[in-house]
């Protein structure tokens, strides 16, 4: 949530490099934009409501500088304005700042620094960290930055500039920060992710949280902010590249990733068996087990949770990451909290890795980014090799995530060599089922059902997670009401919305669940409902077949794709941006 892009190095460039930096971010934040740069004795502003996608500009509207910071903005102190957007100054701009994160204690702070005179212009928390930096700054920045931290509640990644300085500081606790190093040339672009610098270097550093970055002319130095130490940190290579992180022929990103499914999957399960083994020995031998994710995660977390069930007769709680804490004093010593996550950043995820570790419970991590914090809080690492996600609705991720929680669950039940075969079909499948008539089968249901106001998705068993993942995913992008229910629990109460013509998606799956899976369809049929099956095979309940592969157990991770399409098919047709849909953003950040 809210993007950050930033260069320091030794020959002036535009500021317009900032803002094309920045376009690549603009995933985490998109409601309104900033870029500052040193200019001579004073810091060039520019701030804008809107996406900075469409922002057109001449090159010569923009300084040249050594040093530049920009930011895409998520609002959450404040509304969409240009007063609120960042960076924020304090007056005469003795200090600059931008920052994503949230400043708990923002109105305390605010309340004293008015009795000293300070005067806001802002509704922002963060404009009230600009004031207390310079509240304390008297020539030292760092040490102006670091003194105020030590007041801060809550979580920021923040970069910092003041006048007459020529130092960038950066910081950060609980939400991301990169450095990109080129080293050859002695510069430096800060990030909140790698894709905003993959084009001028892949060598990065990862801030840590309590962590703080002094640039200057003399190259990099870092410091613990609660120890006042000095650190050494390590350059590390990413593997994604700039191509991967471009939409290349494709509209949208999202049909993009979609469309990599084909691929996907099977560099997902590209794990190293021996690893997979020994994580799943630490699953069969954990005392209280628990799946954690947010959003799509979250249900693919619940998905796992059947497979386990199903696959390796083992019970595994599932929690979502903001509601976990409540359920810490079930964690012990020997507990093993699974968390998955696209970005590795989550910040409700994060605090639950928090809460399991101070009770002494051991990590899993399954994320897609490598080096995110997850990654590195976590005891176990698996990456899912999904290449960078930019849609903000996930597909690619999700679609790895249910492989490899398929596999770990067979590998629980010593069963790794059958649980990969079965992966390696459907990835076979997958590849065959993504053609452009099977778009333009499901491009015909999306005309037909754009302008409904409501449409329900019910799955029985491991499809029941995915009907809700449905859910979100028609919501997120095609705005349109969209519920998933477990196919039983209909007649319990949610049946009374279904009226003549309303669309009802089926997941079908060739196993138990399917006969009463359609005799919940024929029970919303009978009461007027459209029904739309997903399914191996055509049924005389359906209005509307969709068929995908028969991959047995691992129904749910062919069932979501066709979803998929249709989301993205049902935004594009209703004039939605399907890769910012309305206030979302990639990577949530804030709790
Ligand atoms: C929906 C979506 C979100 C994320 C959620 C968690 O399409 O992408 O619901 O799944 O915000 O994000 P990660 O996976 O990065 O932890």
């Not at 770990?408 to 089922?433: F, P, W, Y």
Request: charged share 25%; aromatic share 8%; glycine share 8%.
């Amino acid at each position: 949530m809210c993007g950050i892009f930033a260069y320091y190095g030794q020959e002036k460039k535009s500021v317009s490099m900032v803002i094309e930096g920045l376009k690549k971010l603009e995933y985490r934040g998109y409601d309104s934009w900033g870029v500052a740069a040193a200019n001579q004795d004073d810091f060039f502003i520019k701030k804008a409501v809107g996406k900075i996608g469409s922002y057109k500009y001449k090159e010569s509207d923009f300084p040249e500088s050594k040093m530049i910071m920009g930011h895409s903005r998520w609002a959450t102190h404040g509304g969409v304005t240009e007063i609120n957007a960042h960076p924020h100054s304090t007056e005469n701009n003795e200090i600059v700042l931008i920052h994503n994160g949230i400043i708990d204690n923002y109105l305390d702070i605010k309340k004293n620094l008015v009795t000293k005179g300070h005067i806001f212009i802002s509704e922002t928390d963060t404009e009230v960290l600009a004031h207390l930096i310079q509240e304390y700054y008297e020539g030292d920045l760092a040490a102006a930055v670091q003194k105020s931290l030590k007041e801060i509640k809550g979580r920021y990644a923040i970069l910092v500039m003041a006048k007459d300085n020529n130092k960038l500081i950066a910081a950060r606790r609980g939400s991301p920060l990169i450095i990109g190093v080129n080293k050859k040339n002695n510069e430096y672009f800060i990030a909140s992710d790698v894709p905003a610098f993959l084009q001028h270097t892949k060598s990065v550093i990862y801030l840590d949280d309590n962590q703080m970055a002094q640039i200057d002319k003399s190259g990099i130095i870092f410091k613990d902010l609660e120890t006042d130490k000095q650190v050494e940190k390590r350059v590390i290579e990413v593997s994604w590249n700039n191509e991967e992180a471009e939409k290349g022929k494709h509209k949208h990103f999202m049909i993009k990733e979609i469309l990599e499914q084909k691929n996907t999957l099977k560099k997902a399960i590209d794990q190293d068996d021996q690893q997979i083994i020994k994580i799943a020995d630490e699953i069969k031998k954990a005392f209280g087990t628990y799946l954690v994710g947010c959003g799509t995660a979250g249900k693919v977390c619940l998905t796992g949770t059947y497979f386990f069930a199903e696959i390796a007769k083992k019970h595994i709680n599932f929690e979502f990451g903001s509601e976990f804490p409540y359920f810490k004093d079930f964690i012990r010593e020997g507990s093993l909290l699974i968390v998955v996550s696209q970005s590795g950043e989550t910040a409700d995820t994060l605090e639950a890795i928090e809460a399991a570790k101070s009770k002494g419970a051991k990590i899993l991590a399954i994320v897609n980014v490598e080096s995110s914090t997850m990654a590195r809080e976590a005891d176990h690492t698996l990456l899912l090799n999904a290449g960078p996600e930019k849609a903000v609705a996930s597909t690619k991720a999700t679609t790895a995530q249910l492989a490899i929680l398929y596999l770990l669950s067979h590998a629980c039940n010593g069963g790794i060599t059958e649980g990969k075969q079965i992966l390696v079909r459907t990835a076979a499948e997958i590849n065959d089922m993504l053609n452009p008539r099977y778009e333009e089968h499901i491009s015909k249901l999306a005309e037909k059902i754009k302008s409904v106001e409501s449409m329900y998705i019910i799955g029985r068993g491991s499809n029941y997670p995915m009907a809700l993942e449905a859910a979100i995913k028609l919501q997120e992008v095609s705005y349109i009401h969209a519920e998933g229910f477990a196919g039983g629990e209909l007649k319990h109460g949610p049946i009374a919305l279904i009226t003549k013509g309303t669309p009802c998606i089926a997941l079908v799956a060739n196993d138990e669940t399917k006969s009463d899976i359609i005799s919940n369809a024929t029970e919303i049929k009978s009461r007027g409902g459209y029904i739309i099956g997903i399914a191996p095979e055509n049924n005389e309940v359906f209005d509307y077949w969709i068929k995908v592969p028969d991959v047995g157990t691992a129904s749910p991770i062919v069932n979501i794709i066709p979803i998929q399409i249709l989301a993205y098919q049902l935004a594009v047709l209703r004039q939605n941006n399907p890769d910012m849909p309305r206030n979302l953003a990639k990577s949530v950040t804030v709790k």
